[in-house]
């Protein structure tokens, strides 16, 4: 049996175990799937500001949400239009025209953040505050934890190094 060493076309090409060449590959926990089949029809109608950042986030169940971030609010795709995932108390969001949402998905809940506003977190419809958490350029997560970086939160103020 050969072990499947990835995506190498700078190794010589006779290697056991590489791929030198490859398409709609794309890497999983245990190994390379297949990527999504594309999709067409869906999202004909454009986003009614200018999109400051978007992400397709896979749940446990391998469905998927694709969300979008303006300077107000948040959305999500459904089917041929956009839904309003905006929080439902707090208003609308802040963030500068250069400043950017970035997701991540943990389990079944969506994250968004940006340097201007809480941790927003959705599991099935709109967006709420993660009361206590700090404002942050970034989210990722890595197995069970949550990481933020480049924070802003009251005891520390605005942290560009610190996560």
Known sequence: ?????????DLEQTTPGIFINCANTVPTLKGFAGSPSPQSGLLSVALVAVCQGAKNLTKIDQST???AGTGTKLYEAAATAWTDRTRASGGD???AADVRWRFAQ???VSLAV????????STTAAFADVAGSPKASIVEVVGPFVFLFDTNEA???DTPNRW
């Open 106 to 108: 943990y389990g079944d």
């Open 65 to 67: 949400r694709f969300f």
């Open 155 to 157: 005891t520390y103020s």
């Open 114 to 121: 940006t340097k201007t506003d809480l941790l927003q977190f």
């Open 1 to 9: 049996m050969i072990k499947w060493e990835g995506y190498a076309p």
């Open 93 to 95: 969001y802040s963030p």
